[in-house]
Protein backbone atom coordinates (compact mmCIF):
# COMPACT_ATOMS: atom_id res chain seq x y z
CA UNK A 1 0.00 0.00 0.00
CA UNK A 2 1.29 3.45 -0.91
CA UNK A 3 1.88 5.00 2.14
CA UNK A 4 0.62 8.69 0.83
CA UNK A 5 -2.54 6.47 1.46
CA UNK A 6 -2.17 6.09 4.87
CA UNK A 7 -1.46 9.97 5.34
CA UNK A 8 -4.85 10.74 3.14
CA UNK A 9 -5.86 7.90 5.28
CA UNK A 10 -5.44 9.90 8.55
CA UNK A 11 -6.12 13.31 7.25
CA UNK A 12 -9.65 11.86 6.62
CA UNK A 13 -9.56 10.47 10.20
CA UNK A 14 -9.11 13.85 11.76
CA UNK A 15 -11.50 15.66 9.64
CA UNK A 16 -14.19 12.39 10.83
CA UNK A 17 -13.04 12.76 14.73
CA UNK A 18 -13.77 17.15 14.01
CA UNK A 19 -17.19 16.08 12.48
CA UNK A 20 -18.32 13.82 14.53
CA UNK A 21 -16.86 14.40 17.99
CA UNK A 22 -18.92 17.43 19.07
CA UNK A 23 -22.35 15.25 19.55
CA UNK A 24 -20.69 14.35 22.60
CA UNK A 25 -19.28 17.47 23.88
CA UNK A 26 -22.24 19.22 23.39
CA UNK A 27 -23.38 19.77 26.94
CA UNK A 28 -20.04 20.83 27.99
CA UNK A 29 -19.84 23.10 25.25
CA UNK A 30 -23.29 25.12 25.76
CA UNK A 31 -22.23 24.89 29.67
CA UNK A 32 -19.41 27.03 29.18
CA UNK A 33 -20.32 29.49 27.00
CA UNK A 34 -24.02 29.13 28.96
CA UNK A 35 -25.56 29.36 25.67
CA UNK A 36 -29.09 26.90 25.29
CA UNK A 37 -29.04 23.56 23.60
CA UNK A 38 -30.39 25.21 20.10
CA UNK A 39 -27.32 27.38 20.27
CA UNK A 40 -24.90 24.73 20.62
CA UNK A 41 -26.78 22.66 17.78
CA UNK A 42 -25.43 25.43 15.66
CA UNK A 43 -22.09 23.89 16.02
CA UNK A 44 -23.18 20.59 14.07
CA UNK A 45 -25.48 21.80 11.95
CA UNK A 46 -23.29 24.81 10.88
CA UNK A 47 -20.26 22.53 10.49
CA UNK A 48 -22.90 20.57 7.84
CA UNK A 49 -24.03 23.77 5.76
CA UNK A 50 -20.55 24.75 5.64
CA UNK A 51 -19.54 21.06 4.24
CA UNK A 52 -21.78 21.83 1.72
CA UNK A 53 -21.26 25.30 0.19
CA UNK A 54 -17.06 24.85 1.01
CA UNK A 55 -16.82 21.78 -0.84
CA UNK A 56 -18.19 23.50 -4.29
CA UNK A 57 -16.13 27.04 -3.09
CA UNK A 58 -13.08 25.87 -2.36
CA UNK A 59 -12.75 22.71 -5.11
CA UNK A 60 -13.72 26.03 -7.78
CA UNK A 61 -11.54 28.59 -6.22
CA UNK A 62 -8.42 26.08 -6.56
CA UNK A 63 -9.48 24.59 -9.65
CA UNK A 64 -6.00 25.70 -11.93
CA UNK A 65 -3.76 24.89 -8.29
CA UNK A 66 -0.97 21.37 -8.29
CA UNK A 67 -3.60 19.10 -6.51
CA UNK A 68 -0.78 18.33 -3.58
CA UNK A 69 -0.49 21.62 -2.81
CA UNK A 70 -3.94 22.22 -2.14
CA UNK A 71 -4.09 19.17 0.15
CA UNK A 72 -1.69 20.77 2.03
CA UNK A 73 -3.22 24.22 2.48
CA UNK A 74 -6.93 22.60 3.03
CA UNK A 75 -5.26 20.37 5.95
CA UNK A 76 -3.75 23.53 7.42
CA UNK A 77 -7.29 25.15 7.23
CA UNK A 78 -8.35 22.17 8.89
CA UNK A 79 -5.86 22.73 11.76
CA UNK A 80 -6.66 26.06 12.11
CA UNK A 81 -10.46 25.64 12.42
CA UNK A 82 -9.63 23.23 15.34
CA UNK A 83 -7.49 25.81 17.02
CA UNK A 84 -9.40 28.37 16.93
CA UNK A 85 -12.09 26.26 18.64
CA UNK A 86 -9.70 24.91 21.54
CA UNK A 87 -9.23 28.26 22.66
CA UNK A 88 -12.29 29.89 22.03
CA UNK A 89 -13.27 32.65 24.27
CA UNK A 90 -16.41 32.81 23.35
CA UNK A 91 -19.14 31.24 21.43
CA UNK A 92 -19.01 33.23 18.18
CA UNK A 93 -15.44 32.31 18.06
CA UNK A 94 -16.15 28.77 18.67
CA UNK A 95 -18.69 28.54 15.56
CA UNK A 96 -16.34 29.83 13.70
CA UNK A 97 -13.45 27.47 13.99
CA UNK A 98 -16.11 24.72 13.29
CA UNK A 99 -16.98 26.60 9.69
CA UNK A 100 -13.74 27.08 9.33
CA UNK A 101 -12.59 23.55 9.83
CA UNK A 102 -15.64 22.27 7.66
CA UNK A 103 -14.96 24.47 4.72
CA UNK A 104 -11.59 21.89 3.63
CA UNK A 105 -14.37 18.53 4.34
CA UNK A 106 -15.56 18.63 1.22
CA UNK A 107 -12.95 19.59 -1.00
CA UNK A 108 -10.32 17.49 0.96
CA UNK A 109 -12.42 14.48 0.38
CA UNK A 110 -12.87 15.39 -3.24
CA UNK A 111 -9.47 16.17 -4.19
CA UNK A 112 -8.32 13.64 -1.86
CA UNK A 113 -10.09 10.60 -3.94
CA UNK A 114 -8.61 12.26 -7.20
CA UNK A 115 -5.27 11.99 -5.38
CA UNK A 116 -5.42 8.75 -3.98
CA UNK A 117 -6.61 6.55 -6.78
CA UNK A 118 -3.25 7.71 -9.08
CA UNK A 119 -1.16 6.38 -6.72
CA UNK A 120 -2.06 2.52 -7.55
CA UNK A 121 -3.12 0.92 -10.77
CA UNK A 122 -6.24 1.94 -12.62
CA UNK A 123 -7.56 -1.65 -11.78
CA UNK A 124 -7.40 -0.49 -7.89
CA UNK A 125 -8.75 2.89 -7.89
CA UNK A 126 -11.96 1.73 -6.28
CA UNK A 127 -9.61 0.65 -3.13
CA UNK A 128 -7.11 3.20 -3.14
CA UNK A 129 -10.45 5.42 -2.52
CA UNK A 130 -11.96 2.77 0.04
CA UNK A 131 -8.68 3.32 1.59
CA UNK A 132 -8.62 6.78 2.44
CA UNK A 133 -12.46 6.71 3.46
CA UNK A 134 -11.64 3.99 6.02
CA UNK A 135 -10.40 6.92 7.92
CA UNK A 136 -13.50 8.60 8.03
CA UNK A 137 -15.30 5.09 8.65
CA UNK A 138 -13.13 5.13 11.74
CA UNK A 139 -13.72 8.30 13.02
CA UNK A 140 -17.65 7.31 12.90
CA UNK A 141 -16.83 4.12 14.95
CA UNK A 142 -14.54 6.43 17.81
CA UNK A 143 -15.75 9.94 17.28
CA UNK A 144 -18.62 10.12 19.85
CA UNK A 145 -17.25 7.90 22.12
CA UNK A 146 -13.61 9.84 22.16
CA UNK A 147 -15.08 12.89 22.60
CA UNK A 148 -17.00 12.21 25.46
CA UNK A 149 -14.13 10.47 27.28
CA UNK A 150 -11.46 13.02 26.87
CA UNK A 151 -14.32 15.83 27.61
CA UNK A 152 -15.26 13.85 30.91
CA UNK A 153 -11.53 13.28 31.78
CA UNK A 154 -10.01 16.58 30.38
CA UNK A 155 -12.46 18.98 28.85
CA UNK A 156 -14.18 19.51 26.03
CA UNK A 157 -10.93 22.05 24.93
CA UNK A 158 -8.65 18.55 25.59
CA UNK A 159 -10.67 16.52 22.71
CA UNK A 160 -9.63 20.14 19.74
CA UNK A 161 -6.34 20.25 21.35
CA UNK A 162 -6.33 16.17 20.30
CA UNK A 163 -7.93 16.85 17.40
CA UNK A 164 -5.68 19.77 16.26
CA UNK A 165 -2.76 17.42 16.72
CA UNK A 166 -3.93 14.58 14.20
CA UNK A 167 -4.16 17.72 11.39
CA UNK A 168 -0.51 18.67 12.35
CA UNK A 169 0.34 14.78 11.83
CA UNK A 170 -2.01 14.22 8.80
CA UNK A 171 -0.06 17.68 7.10
CA UNK A 172 3.35 16.05 7.89
CA UNK A 173 2.13 13.41 6.50
CA UNK A 174 0.93 13.99 3.37
CA UNK A 175 3.32 16.80 2.82
CA UNK A 176 6.46 14.16 2.90
CA UNK A 177 4.70 11.30 1.86
CA UNK A 178 2.49 12.37 -1.23
CA UNK A 179 4.22 12.73 -4.45
CA UNK A 180 4.59 15.98 -5.75
CA UNK A 181 2.31 15.89 -8.73
CA UNK A 182 -0.19 12.76 -7.61
CA UNK A 183 -3.65 12.98 -9.25
CA UNK A 184 -1.89 14.62 -12.66
CA UNK A 185 0.08 12.10 -13.93
CA UNK A 186 -1.79 10.12 -15.91
CA UNK A 187 -3.33 12.84 -18.32
CA UNK A 188 -3.20 16.63 -17.68
CA UNK A 189 -6.83 17.20 -15.88
CA UNK A 190 -9.68 20.00 -16.30
CA UNK A 191 -7.36 23.18 -15.01
CA UNK A 192 -9.52 26.26 -15.53
CA UNK A 193 -12.75 26.53 -13.84
CA UNK A 194 -14.60 26.70 -17.06
CA UNK A 195 -13.04 23.65 -18.42
CA UNK A 196 -14.19 21.98 -15.03
CA UNK A 197 -17.69 23.37 -15.23
CA UNK A 198 -17.55 21.52 -18.45
CA UNK A 199 -18.16 18.60 -17.08
CA UNK A 200 -21.61 18.68 -15.73
CA UNK A 201 -22.98 18.86 -19.59
CA UNK A 202 -22.85 14.90 -18.97
CA UNK A 203 -25.83 13.58 -17.92
CA UNK A 204 -23.77 11.05 -16.45
CA UNK A 205 -22.61 13.47 -14.12
CA UNK A 206 -26.08 14.42 -12.59
CA UNK A 207 -27.30 10.89 -12.74
CA UNK A 208 -24.45 9.85 -10.21
CA UNK A 209 -24.76 13.13 -8.18
CA UNK A 210 -28.88 12.06 -7.81
CA UNK A 211 -27.74 8.39 -7.27
CA UNK A 212 -25.40 9.55 -4.51
CA UNK A 213 -27.90 11.98 -3.13
CA UNK A 214 -30.48 9.41 -2.85
CA UNK A 215 -28.50 6.88 -1.47
CA UNK A 216 -27.22 9.03 2.01
CA UNK A 217 -30.67 10.16 1.60
CA UNK A 218 -32.24 6.82 2.77
CA UNK A 219 -29.53 6.01 4.79
CA UNK A 220 -29.82 9.17 6.82
CA UNK A 221 -33.11 9.10 7.01
CA UNK A 222 -33.48 6.38 8.72
CA UNK A 223 -29.69 6.75 11.08
CA UNK A 224 -30.80 9.83 12.34
CA UNK A 225 -34.00 8.44 14.45
CA UNK A 226 -32.18 5.23 14.74
CA UNK A 227 -31.94 5.82 18.97
CA UNK A 228 -35.91 6.31 19.02
CA UNK A 229 -36.03 2.98 16.91
CA UNK A 230 -33.78 1.28 19.95
CA UNK A 231 -35.72 2.57 23.00
CA UNK A 232 -38.92 2.93 21.91
CA UNK A 233 -39.86 -0.06 19.08
CA UNK A 234 -36.23 -2.39 19.94
CA UNK A 235 -36.71 -2.45 23.78
CA UNK A 236 -32.96 -1.10 24.57
CA UNK A 237 -32.37 0.84 27.17
CA UNK A 238 -30.74 4.56 26.18
CA UNK A 239 -27.70 3.40 28.00
CA UNK A 240 -27.23 0.95 24.83
CA UNK A 241 -27.71 3.52 21.93
CA UNK A 242 -23.59 3.79 22.12
CA UNK A 243 -22.44 0.56 22.19
CA UNK A 244 -25.29 -0.20 18.95
CA UNK A 245 -24.21 2.82 16.78
CA UNK A 246 -20.71 1.54 17.60
CA UNK A 247 -22.18 -1.68 15.72
CA UNK A 248 -23.60 0.54 12.90
CA UNK A 249 -19.83 1.91 12.78
CA UNK A 250 -18.40 -0.86 12.41
CA UNK A 251 -20.43 -1.70 9.31
CA UNK A 252 -19.42 1.24 7.85
CA UNK A 253 -15.79 0.30 8.17
CA UNK A 254 -16.70 -3.32 6.70
CA UNK A 255 -18.78 -1.72 3.74
CA UNK A 256 -16.54 0.84 2.41
CA UNK A 257 -13.78 -1.57 1.97
CA UNK A 258 -15.97 -4.25 0.37
CA UNK A 259 -17.29 -1.68 -1.63
CA UNK A 260 -14.40 -0.71 -2.51
CA UNK A 261 -12.77 -3.98 -4.32
CA UNK A 262 -16.86 -5.02 -5.53
CA UNK A 263 -16.56 -2.03 -7.25
CA UNK A 264 -12.93 -2.73 -8.74
CA UNK A 265 -14.68 -5.59 -10.03
CA UNK A 266 -17.55 -4.76 -12.14
CA UNK A 267 -18.60 -0.65 -10.99
CA UNK A 268 -22.07 -0.13 -11.64
CA UNK A 269 -22.83 -3.57 -10.89
CA UNK A 270 -21.49 -3.18 -7.30
CA UNK A 271 -23.61 -0.01 -6.70
CA UNK A 272 -27.01 -1.67 -8.46
CA UNK A 273 -26.03 -4.14 -5.75
CA UNK A 274 -25.41 -2.03 -2.73
CA UNK A 275 -28.24 0.22 -3.44
CA UNK A 276 -30.48 -2.51 -3.40
CA UNK A 277 -29.35 -4.06 -0.21
CA UNK A 278 -29.57 -0.85 1.47
CA UNK A 279 -33.18 -1.32 0.30
CA UNK A 280 -33.86 -4.36 1.28
CA UNK A 281 -32.29 -3.39 4.83
CA UNK A 282 -34.06 -0.67 5.52
CA UNK A 283 -37.14 -2.07 4.68
CA UNK A 284 -36.39 -5.21 6.93
CA UNK A 285 -35.24 -3.84 9.55
CA UNK A 286 -38.35 -1.68 9.94
CA UNK A 287 -40.60 -4.70 9.99
CA UNK A 288 -38.32 -6.54 12.56
CA UNK A 289 -37.56 -3.58 14.41
CA UNK A 290 -39.75 -5.03 17.55
CA UNK A 291 -37.07 -7.50 18.27
CA UNK A 292 -33.60 -6.54 19.66
CA UNK A 293 -31.79 -9.27 18.41
CA UNK A 294 -32.48 -8.54 14.57
CA UNK A 295 -31.92 -4.94 15.41
CA UNK A 296 -28.47 -5.53 16.24
CA UNK A 297 -27.38 -7.75 13.42
CA UNK A 298 -29.52 -4.95 11.08
CA UNK A 299 -28.19 -2.10 11.97
CA UNK A 300 -24.71 -3.45 11.24
CA UNK A 301 -26.10 -4.20 7.75
CA UNK A 302 -27.16 -1.06 7.85
CA UNK A 303 -23.63 0.44 7.89
CA UNK A 304 -22.52 -1.85 5.36
CA UNK A 305 -25.03 -1.13 3.18
CA UNK A 306 -25.38 2.05 3.46
CA UNK A 307 -21.48 3.18 2.67
CA UNK A 308 -20.41 -0.18 0.36
CA UNK A 309 -21.71 2.65 -2.18
CA UNK A 310 -19.39 5.22 -1.31
CA UNK A 311 -15.60 4.70 -3.35
CA UNK A 312 -17.92 3.77 -6.32
CA UNK A 313 -19.99 6.83 -6.67
CA UNK A 314 -16.43 8.83 -6.15
CA UNK A 315 -14.72 7.14 -9.18
CA UNK A 316 -17.59 6.90 -11.23
CA UNK A 317 -18.31 10.62 -10.76
CA UNK A 318 -14.45 11.33 -11.68
CA UNK A 319 -14.52 9.31 -14.12
CA UNK A 320 -17.50 10.67 -15.88
CA UNK A 321 -16.78 13.54 -15.31
CA UNK A 322 -13.03 13.79 -17.29
CA UNK A 323 -11.24 13.87 -13.79
CA UNK A 324 -12.37 16.99 -12.38
CA UNK A 325 -12.18 17.46 -9.36
CA UNK A 326 -15.15 20.30 -9.07
CA UNK A 327 -17.89 17.07 -10.20
CA UNK A 328 -15.81 14.90 -7.36
CA UNK A 329 -16.13 17.79 -4.60
CA UNK A 330 -20.16 18.40 -5.59
CA UNK A 331 -20.64 14.62 -5.10
CA UNK A 332 -19.38 15.29 -1.31
CA UNK A 333 -21.72 18.28 -1.27
CA UNK A 334 -24.86 15.85 -2.40
CA UNK A 335 -23.93 13.37 -0.23
CA UNK A 336 -24.89 16.53 2.87
CA UNK A 337 -27.94 17.15 0.70
CA UNK A 338 -29.01 14.12 0.88
CA UNK A 339 -28.34 14.19 4.59
CA UNK A 340 -30.51 16.93 5.28
CA UNK A 341 -33.62 15.12 2.55
CA UNK A 342 -33.41 11.99 4.36
CA UNK A 343 -33.66 13.52 8.06
CA UNK A 344 -36.00 16.09 6.81
CA UNK A 345 -38.40 13.50 5.19
CA UNK A 346 -37.77 11.21 8.24
CA UNK A 347 -38.88 13.49 11.17
CA UNK A 348 -42.10 14.25 8.44
CA UNK A 349 -42.95 10.78 8.82
CA UNK A 350 -42.62 10.69 12.66
CA UNK A 351 -44.78 14.18 12.81
CA UNK A 352 -47.55 12.40 10.83
CA UNK A 353 -47.99 9.85 13.73
CA UNK A 354 -46.28 7.27 11.76
CA UNK A 355 -44.59 5.88 14.60
CA UNK A 356 -40.36 5.27 15.23
CA UNK A 357 -40.43 2.47 12.54
CA UNK A 358 -41.81 4.74 9.50
CA UNK A 359 -37.69 6.32 8.90
CA UNK A 360 -36.57 2.98 8.03
CA UNK A 361 -39.61 2.94 5.95
CA UNK A 362 -39.17 6.32 4.54
CA UNK A 363 -35.28 6.01 4.08
CA UNK A 364 -35.75 2.32 2.31
CA UNK A 365 -38.09 4.60 -0.17
CA UNK A 366 -35.29 6.76 -0.60
CA UNK A 367 -32.97 4.23 -0.97
CA UNK A 368 -35.09 2.36 -3.77
CA UNK A 369 -35.16 5.81 -5.86
CA UNK A 370 -31.46 5.48 -5.95
CA UNK A 371 -31.48 2.14 -7.33
CA UNK A 372 -33.85 3.10 -9.92
CA UNK A 373 -31.74 6.27 -10.96
CA UNK A 374 -28.33 3.89 -10.86
CA UNK A 375 -29.99 1.34 -12.89
CA UNK A 376 -31.02 3.90 -15.84
CA UNK A 377 -27.15 5.69 -15.42
CA UNK A 378 -25.45 2.21 -15.51
CA UNK A 379 -28.08 1.50 -19.14
CA UNK A 380 -27.18 4.69 -20.47
CA UNK A 381 -23.59 3.87 -19.71
CA UNK A 382 -23.53 0.85 -22.18
CA UNK A 383 -24.59 3.25 -25.28
CA UNK A 384 -23.55 6.76 -24.25
CA UNK A 385 -23.34 10.06 -25.78
CA UNK A 386 -20.29 11.54 -26.95
CA UNK A 387 -20.37 14.23 -23.66
CA UNK A 388 -20.77 11.01 -21.71
CA UNK A 389 -18.20 8.31 -22.56
CA UNK A 390 -15.61 7.60 -20.13
CA UNK A 391 -12.36 8.49 -20.53
CA UNK A 392 -9.16 6.37 -19.70
CA UNK A 393 -6.54 8.14 -17.32
Same mark, same amino acid.
Given at each position: ? @???????????? $????? *??????????????? *??? *??? %? $???? !???????????? /?????????????????????? +?IGNLLSAVAPNYPVMLLGRIVAALCHGS????? &??? %????? #? @?????? #??????????? %????????????? *???????????????GVLALAGIAALVPGRAGEQRSTPPSGLRDQLRAFRSSQVWLTLAATALSYGGMFGAFSYIAYTFTEVSGFAPADVAWLLMVYGVGLVVGNLVGGRAADRDRDRALVLSLLGLTLTLALFGLLAHSAAASVV???????????? =? @?????? =??????????????? =? !?? !???????????????? &?? $????????? +????????????? +?? /? %?????SPRPADRVPTW
Open positions: M @PTGLIALALGGF $GIGLT *EFLIAGLLPQVASSF *EVT *EAA %A $GWLI !SGYALSVAVGAI /ALTAATARLPRKPVLVGLVALF +VFFGIG &SLV %ARSLV #A @PERKSR #AVAVMFAGLTV %ANVLGVPFGALVG *ERWGWRAAFWAVTAILVFLMGVTGFAS =V @PGMITR =VTDVAHGAALAASAN =V !SA !SNVGNALGAWLGGLAI &SA $GLGYTAPLY +VGAGIALTSVVVM +VV /A %ARRAR
